[in-house]
């Protein structure tokens, strides 16, 4: 899977994103990480600048529509090249934004199901909409909170998205069990040593007992979500009602 991110600090990006688990990733050529200026694509080849005031007043910058522009087509025409022999179509452009709908796992799940994604990072105080009208599939948030730049969160939705492409993680069944992929809070979880600070791992682990294992975690998956995120619990409990008990025949004494 490919990420291409247009932004204003590239250097910020990739750093941020080619080490540890996504860096070897990027090494044995399941991902790539193609972080390009914007500056490389403005028309003011003297100041390199990318950022203008906005019509009407108010305050800051606003970035201007033809460098975001230019570095969009140089990154779309080199997908498009590369896939010449396949049908053409239109690559999905994320761009970071807090009016954007609300990031989550299934959105995630959706865009790694892509082979290419480009991310736009915006700085100062936005973006030109004339050039989001005319580029932008996706707008996106990671939370309800202003950042500086859209670097950040653009790497937050990357690692999400990265780490559910086949072979990214070294054990592909932990991405099917984390919080969020059955609409619940993980379970708790507990390794060596057994006992810890006269603090003693439920003995339910240590049975041996696989299908009591389950049914423990399950439990405290739908109890940890009640407690810390209740808004998901109404929800998996709307979608999960919970089985009528059957009952019990009684039996008919004998007169």
């Not at 291409?4 to 070897?24: A, K, N, Y």
């Not at 049975?207 to 294992?213: E, L, N, Q």
Request: contains cysteine; charged residues 30%; aromatic residues 8%.
């Amino acid at each position: 899977m490919n990420f291409h991110i247009m932004t204003l600090f590239p250097e910020m990006v990739e750093q941020g994103l080619t080490t540890s688990i996504l860096g070897r990733a990027v090494e044995h050529n399941l991902i790539t990480i193609d972080a390009v200026n914007i500056r490389d694509y403005t028309d003011d080849l003297k100041h390199r600048k990318v950022d203008d005031y906005t019509y009407g007043g108010g305050a800051g910058m606003l970035m201007q529509a033809q460098p975001i522009y230019d570095c969009w087509k140089a990154i779309e025409s080199k997908i498009q090249n590369k896939n010449a022999d396949s049908v053409s179509h239109k690559t999905r452009v994320i761009y970071v934004t807090p009016q954007g709908s609300v990031f989550q796992q299934n959105m995630a799940q959706t865009f790694a199901k892509e082979d290419d994604l480009i991310f736009l990072c915006g700085h100062y105080e936005g973006v030109d909409e004339r050039v989001l009208e005319t580029i932008v599939t996706d707008y996106v948030s990671i939370g309800d909170y202003v950042l500086t730049g859209g670097e950040l969160p653009a790497m937050v939705m990357i690692d999400a998205i990265a780490r559910l492409v086949p072979g990214v993680l070294n054990n592909d069944v932990s991405a099917e069990t984390e919080s969020f992929d059955d609409g619940l809070l993980e379970y708790p979880q507990y390794s060596r040593p057994e006992v810890w600070m006269d603090r003693k791992v439920p003995q339910i682990l240590l049975s041996g007992d696989h299908a009591k294992v389950d049914q423990w975690r399950l439990e405290q998956s739908i109890e940890r979500t009640r407690q810390r995120r209740p808004d998901l619990y109404e929800k998996w409990i709307a979608e999960h009602p919970p089985k009528p008990e059957k009952r019990k025949r009684r039996k008919k004494e004998n007169e």
